[in-house]
């Protein structure tokens, strides 16, 4: 089971007007199904070229290692080798910062991940979670 198109619409839309409504910096959001390949992406004006790909490797780093951003900060902070080794392997599309989070079905099915860029970390992982529940799905960060 993979995410819907309607759903990452619906997570990229709610998503991005939370950050507005919060006041946060322009945010780039990516969904991703399971596999990793990307089902929605939207950049609002002004958030750097670069943000796409930020917002993928937020997602992405879950997906591939099974973990959230917080286990992999951990992880990257016990054995910066490791990390540094599958950071190479991914080809960069990891990072150990919160803003990429898991989305679950409400039985607990993997549906994807959601990647956010653009505010602080924490505020980028806010707005990821405001996109996921507005679809009536679950956000995994790490934090619960």
Do not use: C, W
Not at 32 to 42: S, Y
Not at 87 to 116: M, N
Not at 128 to 138: F, H, K, M, Q, T
């Amino acid at each position: 089971m993979s995410i819907s198109l309607e759903q990452a619409r619906t997570i990229v839309d709610a998503a991005l007007a939370h950050g507005t409504e919060q006041g946060f910096k322009p945010l780039t959001v990516a969904v991703l199904d399971p596999g990793g390949a990307i089902v929605a992406l939207a950049r609002q004006d002004g958030s750097g070229y670069l943000r796409p790909d930020l917002a993928v490797a937020k997602a992405n780093g879950v997906l591939a290692l099974g973990m959230t951003n917080r286990a992999i900060a951990a992880r990257a902070a016990d054995s910066p080798e490791f990390f540094t080794s599958v950071a190479t392997l991914a080809g960069g599309k990891i990072l150990s910062v919160p803003g990429g989070v898991f989305v679950r079905d409400g039985e607990g099915v993997l549906l994807g991940a959601v990647g956010v860029t653009g505010d602080l970390s924490l505020n980028d992982e806010a707005a990821a979670v405001a996109g996921i529940e507005a679809a009536g799905l679950v956000a995994v960060t790490g934090a619960e």
